[in-house]
């Protein structure tokens, strides 16, 4: 089984020049605790809501005059839709994830989680 088997093809994406606000709503929104950030299609980077407490709300800065750019990690591990199982799960616990974008040709085109694998797996 491939990453390609279990990934969802809807991504949740917002462009680095959006303020941290849209960012938080969108996550709110979404139910969702990161967003890839993307321009074009191809994925720029990653922006959690820990990017967001600790690198904006705890010191006070202005989520609204503040961009997603500026907190965003620039190299997210990524997966790959021939990725294997293992190696999935492997790159995973290495940089103890439990979500990551799935890119092919430089641009984003899915995303996988640890609950897909597990509900593929019938582990969940």
Known sequence: MLVQDIMASDTMTIS???????????????????????????????ITDRDILYGVVAKGLSPTDRKVWEFMDFNPPVAYPSMSMLELVSLMDRHRLTRLPVVKDGKLVGTVTLADVAAKLDIA
Do not use: D, H, Y
Not at 24 to 45: D, E, Y
């Open 16 to 46: 680095p020049s959006a303020s941290i606000a849209e960012a938080s709503a969108a996550m709110l929104q979404k139910g969702t605790t990161s967003l890839f950030a993307s321009n074009g299609g191809r994925l720029l980077g990653i």
